[in-house]
């Protein structure tokens, strides 16, 4: 499940009670037992590690400091002057720690899952950059964007090489598999999307040292731009769950597909959820498709469901197109 390691366990809570976010995020012995709480509990097919995005935006040298309301940058970038002071880093020297964790979950695994290493896509880092946060409206890069082209475009280029230098690490380290999280991408129109945030994330993925590594993509409110996702160089596209699979399935052709089941399922009945699953089993046709939350696993998520969730998931396609689907299923 995305973000699989988080509130909703009780293991995870006792880990934090001890360390802050950010100390987690660096402390190796921590963050890979952190990684490996969901995997112990639900044998999953994929162990994701426990880091954040803007780890490389503090290695960049960005104050980042994490409260109840999320991540705050103090000093946000608005201006020219303030890219310049930015810098690309050798993530063994400046991120060493993140290496040490994705090592340690390949020994730990030993072959069970495959070990998936991420990073913030280049438009969702220089969101937070520039906004100095989360945001509901965007209106401060939206606002570069239009007013300070050139500014905005040296920033894109800068985390662009920065993500591939990251996830290039990961991969030596141990990654089997990495995601590139565009969270913020969707509150784009179409054309500033194709503008602005995908020549970035091609920069990106292209740049990316693969080593065999396929890389998939996440965007949060895809529906308008999945054609242009499937430009992008990824692999795999990770949908949400306001977009119907089958639908997906016409529009990217040939492309293998993950998520689109709406996280929320997690917060009502086990019943309901191995259901709402099965459905997105038969959904999928037989074809490659992950089986995945359409978002981040939400903290008041419960663990029957979660266990409803996998063991759905685990059921021959077979027995899952057998069972009886309520009026209006998609075929």
């Known amino acids: 499940m995305m973000r699989q390691a988080?509130?909703?366990?009780?293991?995870?809570?006792?880990?934090?009670?001890?360390?802050?976010?950010?100390?987690?995020?660096?402390?190796?012995?921590?963050?890979?037992?952190?990684?490996?709480?969901?995997?112990?509990?639900?044998?999953?097919?994929?162990?994701?590690?426990?880091?954040?995005?803007?780890?490389?935006?503090?290695?960049?040298?960005?104050?980042v400091t994490f409260g109840d309301?999320?991540?705050?940058?103090?000093?946000?970038?608005?201006?020219?002057?303030?890219?310049?002071?930015?810098?690309?880093?050798?993530?063994?020297?400046?991120?060493?720690?993140?290496?040490?964790?994705?090592?340690?979950?390949?020994?730990?695994?030993?072959?069970?899952?495959?070990?998936?290493?991420?990073?913030?896509?280049?438009?969702?880092?220089?969101?937070?950059?520039?906004?100095?946060?989360?945001?509901?409206?965007?209106?401060?890069?939206k606002a570069m964007m239009r007013r300070d082209p050139a500014t905005l475009r040296c920033l894109l280029e800068l985390c662009a090489d920065v993500a591939a230098d990251v996830l290039s690490f990961q991969i030596a380290s141990g990654a089997e598999a990495v995601q590139l999280f565009d969270t913020w991408a969707g509150e784009l129109s179409p054309a500033d999307y194709r503008e602005w945030a995908l020549p970035a994330l091609q920069r990106a993925v292209g740049g990316i040292r693969r080593q065999g590594a396929p890389v998939l993509l996440y965007v949060n409110g895809c529906a308008a731009i999945l054609e242009d996702m499937a430009a992008s160089g990824a692999d795999?596209?990770?949908?949400?769950?306001?977009?119907?699979?089958?639908?997906?399935?016409?529009?990217?052709?040939g492309k293998a597909l993950q998520g689109n089941l709406d996280p929320a399922v997690l917060l009502g009945t086990p019943e309901e959820t191995a259901r709402q699953t099965r459905d997105l089993v038969v959904e999928t046709g037989g074809r490659a498709h992950v089986v995945n939350l359409g978002h981040g696993v939400l903290p008041s998520s419960r663990l029957d469901c979660v266990e409803a969730f996998f063991a759905a998931a685990r059921e021959p396609v077979a027995d899952a197109a057998a069972r009886p689907q309520p009026v209006g299923t998609r075929p």
């Open 6 to 63: 988080g509130r909703y366990l009780p293991e995870y809570l006792k880990v934090r009670e001890r360390l802050s976010f950010l100390d987690l995020c660096r402390d190796v012995d921590a963050a890979a037992e952190v990684s490996l709480q969901p995997f112990r509990r639900f044998e999953p097919d994929g162990v994701i590690f426990f880091s954040d995005i803007l780890v490389p935006a503090e290695a960049m040298g960005l104050a």
């Open 69 to 141: 309301g999320g991540p705050t940058i103090p000093s946000p970038v608005r201006s020219a002057s303030d890219v310049t002071r930015l810098r690309r880093f050798d993530p063994a020297e400046r991120i060493g720690f993140t290496g040490a964790i994705l090592a340690r979950l390949r020994r730990e695994v030993a072959g069970r899952a495959t070990v998936l290493g991420f990073c913030g896509a280049p438009w969702t880092l220089a969101s937070y950059m520039v906004e100095g946060g989360g945001s509901k409206s965007f209106a401060i890069i």
């Open 236 to 253: 795999v596209l990770s949908i949400d769950w306001r977009l119907p699979l089958s639908q997906a399935r016409r529009r990217a052709p």
